[in-house]
């Protein structure tokens, strides 16, 4: 696969995911990424550990640009996340640390067509993205290509951890009966 990588299998997601549950509050806090004009990710539900400080949110062109996420409230409630975050970058050799966001998307929930390719933020040539699956299973699908030839699909399951070219056109339909629940982690 090009556009796909399974980095490691069997990650202990279990208590970051209990505490996700316990702390339902979290969801949507910060909208945006969910409701901007023609958003990809209108079906998501996102919790904002490490983003663009939401007064920069007023415009795509300016979180598009931003290189400089900040730490959000749900961080502090959420500490089980850091020893993941730490222990992947570890994995992979990162010297720094972008942004990192819980997402959510819901059984029969889809996310549209797109590709990350504009601003600084994405365009930064060592900057990776990276999805540890806290809740996957069969059925929600991550689809990448536009080319039916060369299109590539996985089925990412609790407790992988996969990297993935985001500049690549890209979809997720959640066809399982699950919620879909990553923690996604940009380091360079």
């Known amino acids: 696969m090009r556009n ?13 995911m209990h505490a996700v549950i316990r702390n339902g509050h979290l969801w949507n806090q910060n909208r945006f990424r969910t409701t901007f004009p023609n958003t990809p990710h209108a079906d998501v539900d996102d919790i904002w550990l ?4 939401p007064e920069q949110c007023t415009t ?6 931003d290189d400089r996420p900040i730490w959000h409230a749900a961080a502090r409630e959420l ?4 020893p993941i975050i730490l222990g992947l970058m570890r994995m992979v050799d990162a010297y720094e640390l972008g942004r990192v966001l819980i997402t959510r998307l819901r059984p029969g929930g889809r996310i549209l067509p797109h590709a990350d390719k504009d601003g600084d933020y994405v365009q930064t040539p060592d900057r990776a993205r990276y999805h540890v699956v806290l809740n996957g299973f069969p059925g929600s699908l991550y689809h990448c290509g536009d080319d039916p030839e060369t299109r590539e699909t996985v089925c990412m399951r609790t407790g992988e951890i996969w990297w993935f070219n985001a500049h690549q056109i890209h979809e997720v339909v959640n066809n399982s009966g699950q919620d879909r629940v990553h923690l996604l982690v940009d380091v360079r």
Do not use: E, M
Request: include cysteine; hydrophobic fraction near 35%.
């Open 79 to 82: 500490p089980q996340a850091k």
């Open 50 to 53: 490490r983003f663009s400080d």
């Open 60 to 65: 795509t062109t300016n979180v598009i640009g």
């Open 4 to 16: 796909f990588h399974c980095i490691a299998t069997n990650i202990d997601v279990g208590p970051l």
